[in-house]
């Protein structure tokens, strides 16, 4: 959602001017439109087709309240501005969201609005994310729309099924730095003095980690902000940070004999967050081996809260959906999940690693627990429960 080189919350009306001035020509990113009608259903259906057909690109920009110059060619270059009009932005908003989730399928959720106002005009500029998983169609006519610099067109067979693929593809990518990173982990790459016995782990990875992004983690003002939500689970008396190859960490250690790292979050620079901890584990029991049980309903609330804080640390950064948040535990062969409502199985984990599957969040607006409740009930479940409590347990929690 850049336009200028600028996140769209940045624009103001000397970029605006800009435009007209360099006579920035539409292209796949950028569409300018003299009028906003949304009166009556044809109006709304042309709204959300030119929506999806950008969000089926690379994404982009469509300002309202420019005009273009007149041209049998139709030549997209901006004229002048001549505004429109808007009574009730946040209704306005309201009814474009609404009108999105229930026409639009995947719904597109990651849309930024801006009015710029200049000389007493107003400027509607709506950001719409470029689409990284599936490819989205406007259920109202069934039909996949992309953008070309001429404007908007019907993706063919061969487009969609390259989409599908980038969708499959991006996946398995995501599984290979998974199972990489936990290998790092394991082997004291990251953190010397981590403890291993017992982890669990929870990545939350965006469908644009493959873009040449890079995040400046030298702009203090930010980094004073992401700190903020960059808390470690049962850092409740404080945690440190540093910087290091991979982004920007914050760490909670256990002093005894030794220091060792406990609990600790990963910002890389590509928009990948990492969340490590064995603090949803008791302590190791020598007469059973050293196993380590784990604390069932903290898990479920730490998790949550986790993923909660994980997901405003990318919004400061402006990392924008659809992502992926992967759980996962390692070393809990014979551990078995203590819950105070439900029988401590005997069992035990028959496996030493556990990966849950990928959960899918096209925004963040999306109910955390809800989400992930089929992967709490799956761990439950290996571990000889019928199920995870139940979701009204942490309601009032969470």
């Given amino acids: 959602m850049y336009l200028l080189g600028k996140y769209i919350d940045a624009l103001n009306g000397d970029d605006l001017i800009r435009l007209i001035d360099n006579r920035v020509q539409e292209n796949r990113r950028i569409e300018y439109k003299r009028e906003l009608q949304l009166q009556g259903e044809k109006e709304w259906k042309e709204f959300i087709c030119d929506i999806a057909a950008m969000h089926n690109a690379e994404g982009g920009c469509i300002l309202y309240g420019i005009e273009e110059e007149k041209s049998k060619n139709n030549t997209g270059v901006p004229r002048t501005i001549s505004g429109i009009q808007i009574d009730n932005l946040d209704k306005l908003v309201q009814q474009i969201e609404s009108r999105l989730k229930s026409n639009t399928?995947?719904?597109?959720h990651s849309i930024k609005p801006k009015v710029v106002?200049?000389?007493?005009k107003k400027v509607l500029i709506i950001g719409v994310s470029g689409v990284l998983g599936l490819p989205t169609m406007v259920t109202l006519d069934n039909r996949f729309y992309g953008r070309r610099n001429s404007g908007r067109y019907l993706l063919d067979v061969y487009e969609l099924n390259q989409m599908f693929l980038n969708h499959s593809i991006i996946r398995e990518q995501v599984e290979t730095f998974r199972r990489n990173r936990i290998g790092e982990i394991r082997r004291r790459e990251i953190f010397p003095m981590l403890t291993i016995d017992a982890s669990y782990v929870i990545h939350i990875v965006p469908y644009s980690f493959l873009r040449e992004q890079s995040l400046d983690f030298a702009n203090l003002s930010l980094v004073t902000k992401l700190l903020r939500s960059?808390?470690?689970?049962?850092?409740?008396?404080?945690?440190?940070h540093h910087f290091n190859i991979d982004g920007i960490a914050t760490s909670l250690t256990k002093v005894g004999k030794e220091k060792h790292t406990i609990s600790y979050n990963q910002f890389f620079r590509n928009g990948i967050y990492e969340i490590y901890t064995t603090t949803v584990f008791d302590d190791p029991n020598p007469q059973k081996g050293n196993i380590r049980n784990i604390h069932g309903d903290f898990l479920v609330v730490s998790t949550v809260d986790a993923v909660r804080q994980g997901f405003v640390t990318l919004q400061t950064s402006q990392v924008e959906p659809p992502l992926l948040v992967c759980q996962s535990l390692h070393n809990v062969k014979g551990s078995n999940i203590q819950s105070p409502d439900q029988f401590s199985a005997k069992m035990g984990f028959p496996r030493p690693d556990i990966f849950l599957p990928p959960v899918l969040f096209t925004?963040?607006?999306?109910?955390?627990?809800?989400?992930?409740?089929?992967?709490?009930?799956t761990l439950w479940q290996a571990n000889g429960h019928q199920q995870s409590p139940p979701l009204e347990k942490f309601f009032k929690q969470i």
Avoid: H, R, V
Wanted: glycine share 2%; net charge negative; charged share 20%.
């Fill in 230 to 240: 960059m808390a470690p689970i049962s850092s409740d008396s404080g945690y440190s």
């Fill in 105 to 108: 399928n995947p719904p597109i």
């Fill in 363 to 377: 925004s963040y607006e999306m109910p955390i627990l809800q989400a992930l409740k089929a992967n709490f009930d």
């Fill in 117 to 120: 106002e200049i000389d007493d």
